[in-house]
Each structure stands twice: as structure tokens, then as C-alpha cells.
């Protein structure tokens, strides 16, 4: 059993240099504490999301932390030009030390790339195209492919990552119908959903990884997110969760509910406030025993063998995040491992 930090960078009532100084702080306590790897989210004009570009924020977390892998959860492929994206890639591996996680997707929210300018309908192709370019790419010491939506004749690469063949790959998804496209990939995996919606995941991938005959040690991370705070005492655990869920799920509808027109898709949908979030087995918050309880059952419910920790969100302050993060290190990680 692994454990990670999911951060979607949502944006607290702090100044923007002092937000991005308290994360990057937050990424050394990740760093002490033994996590296995900090993801971040990229969103675009919403306070849902302030890594934009992943790669900017995370070359900070590279020269911020020794041991902690990281990455983007995910890129979003559409918005980037691949061959400028190998780039990224191969620098953020290489000045890291080979810690790089890649996170890879078409974006959950169509308006995001609207605003950009695209056919949201588009996307999938564009994906597709975009993630057969990254793996050409970081492979080989030239780029040729002729696609749709991308074209490139004998481009050299220059750089190169360092581990082999490239990152590790991640992949969200929330239905098993997945499973052939991420085994085809070795992708590690993600979803946001309870442990009942994620089981016949977990079940699926086990099954299609022991069919293909792969060896079982291999087998890839499959893990949950959920917001968690650890408190001295049940009751200053949930003030803190209900004041920074309350924050981020106005942070996370701010653009559906500006374009009215949309709305996430009920698997994505936050809960109402954070107990009902706690009730339907998606965050926890209370002491560090009554956190490993949740946290245990939910593990074998779902048949995880990662786990994302939100620590940080919405208003949750900085020393808060730090204590419920060195509380669960030192209180909770323990009784799971």
C-alpha cells in the first residue's frame, strides 16, 4: 500500500505569491512525511486551479524535495503542442532525477477548452494523436508522424528522459470499460469515485493484468482521492472540513455555474458539504483512529493499492494542512501499511 497527495492548487483567501510559497512548503512536509508522489491538477480561468502550467509549478517541487515523486494528474493533451511537451517532460525527469509521474488526458471540462478555442468534440482525436507523439517522442532520437490534427517529418529530440522507455503513466477514469485501453499502456490509475463505483475497476484490472499473463509484482497503482483531515479531537476536524470543502466546491462549480449551461457529470458532481461528502465514503476528517478505520475499510471496499490524500483545500490555512499531514504520517499511515 502506497500513499500520494492530490492537490487540485485551489486557491485559498491568500495573496497568490504567498499561495504558491505555502504549497511549495507543504511539498517538503509531503517530502519528510514518506509519501510516494504528489499529483497536481491543471485547470484554466478558475480559482479551481492556479498550476495552469503544471510543469512551471512542479520545476519548483523538483528543486523543493529529495525524494517525492510528482507530476501532473494530468496534462491536458489537447492545449499543449506535443513536441514542446516532450520537451517539458524530458527536462522536469531529467532536472528531478528521474522522479516525474505523467499524468495524461483530454480535460474533464469542456468549457476550459472552449475558452481556449477548441471543439470540445475534437478533444478525444486530439488526445489520441497527443499521446502516441509524447510516447514516439520520448523514445527516439527522431519524430515522424502524420495524423489529423498533428504532423511532424524526422524532428530531432534532442532531449531525452531518464527513466525508460518514459514516466510512469496515469490515467483517471470512471468506468472499467478503460481497463483494455490502460493495460495496452501500463498505465497506473485513478478515480474520484466511492469504493462501491470503484471496485469492478480495480476488480476489472486485476483480472485483465493476470489474463495477459504480466507478473503481479507489476502490477500498476490504482488509487482513490479523498479529502482527509486529521485533528486532535473529531469536532476541530470537521470545522476544518466543512470550511475548506465548503471553499473548494464553490471553486470547483465556479464555471459551471458562470456558463450555466453545463453541468458535471453526476460522478464528478461534489457532495453538498463535507459530512455528506464523509457519508458517502469520498473524505474523512476526525482523530487519527477514527481516519485509519475509514481509511482501512475503504482500502479493502475498493481494492486500492494507492491512495491520493487531499490535504490541502479550499480556506484549509497552511498550519492546519501541515498538522493534519504530519498527523496522518505519523498516526495514520502505520495502521494501513
Not at 494530468?74 to 511537451?85: D, F, G, K
Not at 472552449?114 to 517522442?137: C, F, K, N, Q, V
Not at 527522431?142 to 510512469?168: A, F, N, T, W
Not at 459530512?275 to 471496499?301: H, Y
Request: net charge neutral; glycine share 8%; with cysteine.
Amino acid at each position: 500500500m502506497k500513499f500520494g497527495v492530490f492537490d487540485h492548487t485551489d486557491r485559498g483567501p491568500v495573496p497568490l505569491a504567498e499561495f504558491y510559497e505555502s504549497r511549495l512548503k507543504l511539498t517538503e512536509e509531503y517530502d519528510r512525511a514518506g509519501f510516494h508522489a504528489y499529483h497536481v491538477a491543471e485547470h484554466h480561468a478558475t480559482p479551481l486551479g492556479h498550476a495552469p502550467s503544471p510543469s512551471v509549478f512542479l520545476s519548483a517541487v523538483a528543486q523543493r524535495t529529495k525524494r517525492l515523486r510528482f507530476g501532473p494528474l494530468v496534462y491536458t493533451l489537447p492545449l499543449y503542442h506535443p513536441q514542446r511537451l516532450i520537451d517539458e517532460i524530458c527536462m522536469l525527469d531529467q532536472m528531478s532525477g528521474g522522479r516525474l509521474e505523467l499524468g495524461v488526458g483530454r480535460g474533464i471540462s469542456p468549457i476550459e477548452l472552449t475558452l481556449y478555442g477548441l471543439d470540445a468534440a475534437s478533444s478525444p482525436a486530439m488526445y489520441r494523436e497527443a499521446l502516441e507523439i509524447l510516447l514516439l517522442g520520448l523514445q527516439s532520437k527522431s519524430l515522424s508522424y502524420e495524423g489529423q490534427h498533428y504532423q511532424y517529418r524526422d524532428v530531432p529530440m534532442e532531449l531525452e528522459p531518464i527513466q525508460k522507455p518514459h514516466p510512469p503513466l496515469w490515467y483517471g477514469l470512471g468506468t472499467p470499460d478503460a481497463i483494455p485501453f490502460v493495460l495496452s499502456h501500463r498505465m497506473n490509475i485513478v478515480s474520484n469515485m466511492d469504493a462501491v463505483g470503484v471496485r469492478p475497476i480495480t476488480d476489472r484490472y486485476r483480472a485483465e493484468w493476470e489474463k495477459a499473463g504480466l507478473p503481479a509484482a507489476n502490477l500498476p497503482l490504482m488509487g482513490t482521492t479523498r479529502h482527509i483531515v486529521v485533528a486532535e479531537t473529531e469536532r476541530e476536524a470537521m470545522a476544518i472540513g466543512e470550511r475548506g470543502y465548503a471553499r473548494w466546491r464553490e471553486s470547483f462549480l465556479h464555471l459551471w455555474v458562470k456558463h450555466g449551461s453545463l453541468r458535471p457529470s453526476p460522478a464528478a458532481m461534489p457532495r453538498e458539504s463535507f459530512a455528506q461528502a464523509e457519508k458517502d465514503g469520498r473524505a474523512v476528517a476526525g482523530t487519527a483512529d477514527k481516519v485509519a478505520e475509514f481509511l482501512r475499510r475503504d482500502i479493502r471496499q475498493a481494492g486500492l493499492n494507492y491512495l491520493l490524500c487531499r490535504f490541502a483545500f479550499g480556506d484549509v490555512t497552511h498550519d492546519e494542512a501541515v498538522d493534519s499531514t504530519r498527523r496522518f504520517a505519523r498516526d495514520v499511515m502505520p495502521q494501513l501499511m
